[in-house]
């Protein structure tokens, strides 16, 4: 079964990190793009970063120079390392396969950026 | 950047009925090289990740009841539901995955439920 699942989320202070895991099953990461998606409680959806199967990464302006997106090939696994984190970061982050649109999304896991 | 804008924010349909959502870009996301519209809709409902819908604009994700369709080019697009079911009641996102660098952005959503 084709699927993605997130963990690593939780509470974390202002100023402080997390590192976010998307772990998938019955595809290959390094062979796709894949991207983090979040969105804040009772919002919209917000486009976060995206790993091109050649290793290019990409980010939104919004977390660009704190965020880093990287995978694990030998884990099949996805990555998101978040540094610096606001108050605005707080939010539940998704993991998606990118084939261009975006059809395979993990359950999310919720990040409190909260003193 | 390409913004992407959705209306109505919210709509009430009766059980049966057509339900129609707008979405507009502030710039073409028609590629002329391949002739492809590099849009999608995706639909969310409470407490589960995004569901990709329709991808190009008009191409139904396999699964998807063919009571949902995409239509439109360019910078105007429309999602249609022809007869609206209960479990239809969501919010609709659509998104536009045509930039260079990528940026992926997702309209704000349109909440749709049952009059």
């Known amino acids: 079964e084709v699927q993605l699942v997130e963990s690593g989320g939780g509470l974390v202070q202002p100023g402080g990190s997390l590192r976010l895991s998307c772990a998938a099953s019955?595809?290959?990461?390094?062979?796709?793009?894949m991207s983090w998606v979040r969105q804040a409680p009772g919002k919209g959806l917000e486009w976060v970063s995206v790993?091109?199967?050649?290793?290019?990464?990409y980010y939104a302006d919004s977390v660009k120079g704190r965020f880093t997106i990287s995978r694990d090939n030998s884990k099949n696994t996805l990555y998101l390392q978040m540094n610096s984190l606001r108050a605005e970061d707080t939010a539940v982050y998704y993991c998606?396969?990118?084939?261009?649109?975006?059809?395979?999304w993990g359950q999310g896991t919720m990040v409190t950026v909260s003193s | 950047d390409i913004v992407m804008t959705q209306s109505p924010d919210s709509l009430a349909v009766s059980l049966g009925e057509r339900a129609t959502i707008n979405c507009k870009s502030s710039?073409?996301?028609?590629?002329?090289?391949?002739?492809?519209?590099?849009l999608a809709w995706y639909q969310q409902k409470p407490g589960q990740p995004p569901k990709l819908l329709i991808y190009?604009?008009?191409t139904r994700e396999s699964g998807v009841p063919d009571r949902f369709s995409g239509s439109g080019s360019g910078t105007d697009f429309t999602l249609t539901i022809s007869s609206l079911q209960a479990e239809d009641v969501a919010v609709y996102y659509c998104?536009?995955?045509?930039?260079?660098?990528?940026?992926?952005?997702f309209g704000q959503g349109t909440k749709l439920e049952i009059k």
């Open positions: 019955g595809f290959t990461v390094s062979s796709n793009y």
């Open positions: 710039q073409s996301v028609l590629y002329s090289s391949n002739n492809k519209n590099y």
């Open positions: 190009w604009a008009s």
């Open positions: 998606a396969r990118v084939v261009p649109a975006f059809d395979i």
């Open positions: 790993i091109y199967s050649g290793g290019s990464t």
């Open positions: 998104q536009q995955y045509y930039s260079t660098p990528p940026g992926y952005t």
